[in-house]
């Protein structure tokens, strides 16, 4: 979901209310609210899951446009009244349920679930700074009978966009190598949260699902977990298949033992399908999850390299091979080396990403010269690590460090349960808790 787009800051001629329901039929607006949830439904199904989120609502009709986001998920910058607060709202408008003819409402329901499975997968994730929480505010429609129904939520607007903005912004003009640094070290800061605190995955991490916020570090967006970037996911992730670890020789003497080794066995059989409207048909990250989770973060590792890689060449994403260029010179070779080793077709040749969290803060407090890789902030979590991770380096960098991974306790909660923020209620709001 990317939160902000290139053309933000030029002039908008034309503020432009979102399609309102006087635009359609009675009838084509009755089908749509009907297949959307009810809050309160959707409220009981979160305190199912144990989770006890609290949420304001804006009713749909006090959205005006004033900019279209790129991408599938229908986002736009919007104004809300009466405040004239900016937000980015993401979800399913009923212009989206026009233009999308859905015989079998199968493609409706796709929209109405990712949404509301994303805002659900944010309640359960514990705050950190590097990922956007879980949204305060739910947007509504109110369906012919008066039912309050979830069309999608609101976000903050972040000015500096996206990963992949800065990259095409920047031009010819190098990003200096310590922001490149902090960036991939909160890149994998994030994702290993995600794993090992969260117990939860991404699946689509890519440059424009990283956007870039007011303090220049990096939040982690987009988590309807539907399908793999086409720009950077793995080959394994792919192919439906188990995947279980293999423990390492008993006889194994060296001062640092081996990791337990992974092993993928494609299934037999006619093809499953999971994933309806995403690419591939079948997404092995849930069932990695639970039967052999480090298979799942491996996977995420090559998608990091991906990316990290985008980033010293500069390069927009796409689906291009890797290839190192001139113009990734003013890049150390053992930098170029840590990347690769990320995008290794052997999964068990990566490096896990509690060490690759290890090298970037290690790289961060050498260009730096400061303790720490975030802005002098002291995070603790119940992480500890301390692995070493050869890093090919010719300057002689192989460094075995502690570092502190943040669990993003922040506003004093340490739950994940979000309370309501500052955005201030307006005569058009609510609460539900």
């Known amino acids: ?70 991408g599938k998920n229908h986002a736009r910058v919007v104004v809300r009244a009466p405040m004239g607060t900016r937000h980015v709202f993401k979800g399913f408008d ?5 233009n999308h003819k859905d015989k ?18 944010l309640a359960a994730l514990p705050l950190h700074p590097n990922i956007m929480p879980c949204p305060e505010t739910l947007v509504t429609v109110l369906d012919p009978d008066g039912g309050e129904r979830v069309c999608g939520f609101l976000q903050p607007v ?30 994998a800061r994030a994702v290993l949260h995600t794993h090992r605190i969260a117990r939860t995955y991404h699946m689509d991490v890519k440059p424009g699902n990283i956007l870039i916020d007011q303090e220049d570090g990096i939040r982690l967006i987009d988590w309807e977990q539907s399908g793999v ?23 194994d003497e060296s001062a640092q033992p081996a990791k337990p080794r992974i092993v993928y066995k494609p299934r037999v059989g006619a093809p499953r399908k999971n994933l309806f409207w995403g690419y591939p048909e079948w997404n092995v990250f849930p069932i990695w999850k639970e039967t052999c989770p480090r298979a799942a973060e491996l996977a995420e590792v090559f998608s990091l390299g991906r990316v990290m890689w985008m980033l010293m060449e500069q390069l927009e994403q ?7 260029t001139a113009r990734s010179a003013d890049v150390p070779q053992y930098w170029k080396d840590v990347i690769n080793q990320c995008m290794e077709l052997d999964p068990n040749a990566r490096p896990d990403l509690d060490e690759l969290v290890d090298f970037w803060s290690a790289e961060v407090e050498r260009l730096s010269g400061a303790k720490g890789a975030s802005n002098g902030t002291n995070h603790s979590t119940g992480i500890s690590t301390s692995n070493s991770m050869n890093s090919g380096a010719s300057n002689g960098v192989g460094k075995s460090i502690n570092n502190s991974i943040s669990t993003g306790t922040r506003n004093g909660t340490s739950n994940g349960t979000f309370h309501n923020g500052s955005n201030g209620a307006g005569n058009n709001s609510s609460s539900h808790v």
């Not at 796409?318 to 190192?324: A, I, M």
């Open 158 to 187: 972040m000015e500096r966009e996206t990963l992949d903005d800065q990259i095409t912004n920047a031009g010819d003009v190098r990003i200096p190598l310590l922001r490149k640094a902090k960036w991939c070290f909160q890149m």
């Open 1 to 70: 979901m990317p939160s902000v787009i290139k053309s933000m800051t030029a002039t908008v001629a034309k503020l432009q209310q979102i399609q309102p329901a006087t635009m359609a039929s009675d009838r084509t607006f009755e089908n749509y609210t009907r297949q959307l949830t009810l809050i309160e439904d959707f409220i009981a199904s979160l305190r199912q899951k144990g989770l006890h989120q609290t949420f304001k609502t804006v009713d749909f009709k006090h959205l005006t446009e004033t900019n279209r986001l790129p």
């Open 104 to 121: 079998d409402n199968s493609f409706h329901q796709h929209q109405r679930d990712t949404m509301l499975h994303e805002i659900q997968t």
């Open 94 to 98: 009923l212009e989206a349920f026009i």
């Open 318 to 324: 796409s689906p291009n091979p890797t290839v190192w």
């Open 229 to 251: 970037s086409m720009f950077t996911h793995s080959k394994e992730a792919t192919i439906d298949q188990e995947a279980w670890e293999e423990p390492p020789s008993p006889n």
